[in-house]
């Protein structure tokens, strides 16, 4: 693929930096890849009816690592995440063109049940959403409607809490509502309701921005423990997250439509996290994270 070697020096001015933006708009950058790869989209495209969301975007995700993708408002990075478990297939305007593969099999192919896909790439969502169920069947649900296989919930139920971070703080009241634990609480239960059925790759949809820092840095520390045992790519608009706690990060842009106005999603560059923000290749990208738009 094309890439764009001009980076901006520190001193360049933002007019300067305004016309930088404007060269190559379809270029990509890609870096260092990962040596085990779990996941990765090839030629990547997403449409909702006519209109084109994303545009071509080649990924590659590292097993027992953490994938960041970052970026303004409406560059296609949850559009992106979706496709990875078949979410849009919930969208009946949303069409994907390119292939998805897991373990080198396409998720996409004919064949291929979404639900079991579903069960292999789990996802946590941007606002904790737990069922107005106790604590307990919340992180019960789940093994219990694949029908899989357990010798004691107990032991699932009480595993995944712990997997979460959050055993020590509910184990006296698991037949209590979820509804009264606080926010970061909700959230990491899901994060728990999540890996109770055992997934390989998980899923994370701006995972912090209803909490408060608090909670945001006990979520943070519960990814970077949870790598060990998953993959895991998450959207965030937070910079300073993505650099905390990826080992990647992919970085898109928006690309405006004259006529209607829509903006196709385009993925500028992909690197080494400490490569994105210390050195980047693309002056996109640099203008991004040095706060020059988006």
């Known amino acids: 693929m094309a890439s764009h070697p001009a980076t901006f020096s520190t001193g360049q001015s933002p007019a300067a930096a305004v016309d930088a933006l404007n060269v190559a708009d ?60 078949r979410m849009n297939d919930l969208v009946p305007s949303a069409r994907v063109e390119g292939s998805i593969n897991y373990h080198g099999q396409n998720i996409y192919a004919p064949k291929v049940d979404p639900i079991a896909v579903r069960e292999h790439i789990g996802m946590v969502f941007q606002k904790p959403n737990p069922f107005p169920k106790s604590i307990y069947d919340n992180i019960a649900y789940g093994p219990r ?17 712990r997997g979460a971070a959050l055993w020590d703080e509910v184990k006296d009241k698991l037949k209590q509502s979820a509804y009264g634990l606080s926010g970061g609480q909700q959230q990491r239960l899901c994060i728990a309701r999540t890996i109770a059925t055992k997934p390989d790759v998980i899923l994370m949809d701006e995972p912090c921005s209803a909490l ?11 990814m970077l423990q949870m790598r060990k045992d998953y993959t895991i790519i998450v959207v965030t608009h937070n910079m300073q997250q993505a650099a905390r706690v990826s080992d990647r990060t992919a970085f898109f842009t ?8 829509n903006r196709t999603g385009l993925l500028v ?12 290749h693309d002056p996109r990208t640099e203008a991004y994270i040095s706060g020059r738009f988006g």
């Open 26 to 85: 379809d270029a990509q950058t890609i870096g260092a890849l990962p040596d085990d790869v779990v996941m990765e989209t090839v030629n990547l495209n997403v449409f909702y009816g006519d209109f084109h969301a994303v545009h071509d975007v080649n990924l590659s995700f590292g097993k027992n690592e953490i994938t960041a993708m970052i970026g303004p408002s409406g560059c296609g990075k949850s559009t992106v995440l979706r496709c990875l478990n």
């Open 269 to 280: 560059e992909f690197d080494r996290t400490k490569d994105i923000f210390a050195n980047p």
């Open 212 to 222: 408060d820092p608090i909670a945001t840095s006990k979520v943070e520390d519960l």
């Open 145 to 161: 409607v694949i029908g899989m296989k357990v010798d004691n919930m107990d032991d699932v139920v009480e595993e995944a809490l």
């Open 254 to 261: 928006a690309r405006p439509d004259e006529t209607t106005g």
